[in-house]
């Protein structure tokens, strides 16, 4: 069984991957409690104490069942690799499924996806998964290029959002400057919430 706590198709709208259509698939809990109060330095935007117990079929019925036939799932949370297990992974290479994962980094993986973001919300000794196709980084005006140990094909900072999805002109000039000054970096902007899409 697993809690799910919604599972909807729309495009994604950040990183190297924006703009592809895309299952999304929430699942609920989080190892976490990310707010401006804790080192996390921002409120979660994320709602994921809710959610529906469903067993793998019902999940693989609904996904399908919203797919406009993109056959890509973004598994994600709350932290998803708190319930992501080999037989979910293994069902959805069988249903013919593109796997990606976004991930906090603070619990090692398993094997079997094709794509891995990383988006880390603690202190550097707290993460676990060091490898990642894309690694992500949300920072607020002032807030420095992280000294990361994982190593990524891709490392992405991205402008915090507010609360109304909004982004402070400073925050999103701030992140401008920051990888115009680290060349290995590039700049994510949650266009999502640009497009007023979830």
Request: aromatic share 10%; glycine share 8%.
């Amino acid at each position: 069984m697993y809690t799910v706590n919604e599972v909807f198709y729309s495009l994604q709208g950040e990183g190297i991957r924006a703009g592809t259509p895309n299952v999304f698939v929430r699942l609920s809990g989080c190892n976490l409690r990310c707010s401006v109060d804790n080192e996390a330095g921002f409120d979660c935007d994320t709602e994921f104490t809710s959610g529906n117990k469903m067993t793998l079929p019902e999940l693989l019925e609904l996904m399908n069942s919203v797919d406009q036939g993109s056959k890509n799932v973004i598994l994600t949370g709350g932290e998803p690799s708190l319930q992501v297990d080999e037989e979910l992974i293994s069902a959805l290479k069988l249903d013919g499924w593109y796997i990606a994962i976004e991930t906090n980094g603070t619990k090692e993986l398993i094997e079997g996806f094709d794509w891995i973001t990383v988006s880390p919300k603690s202190a550097e000794h707290t993460l676990k998964q060091l490898t990642a196709h894309e690694l992500k980084y949300v920072r607020f005006h002032g807030m420095a290029i992280p000294k990361t140990k994982i190593d990524a094909q891709f490392r992405l900072i991205s402008p915090a959002f507010e609360a109304d999805w909004s982004v402070q002109n400073k925050v999103l000039k701030w992140c401008i400057k920051l990888v115009k000054q680290n060349p290995g970096w590039r700049l994510s902007v949650q266009q999502h919430k640009l497009w007023g899409e979830r």
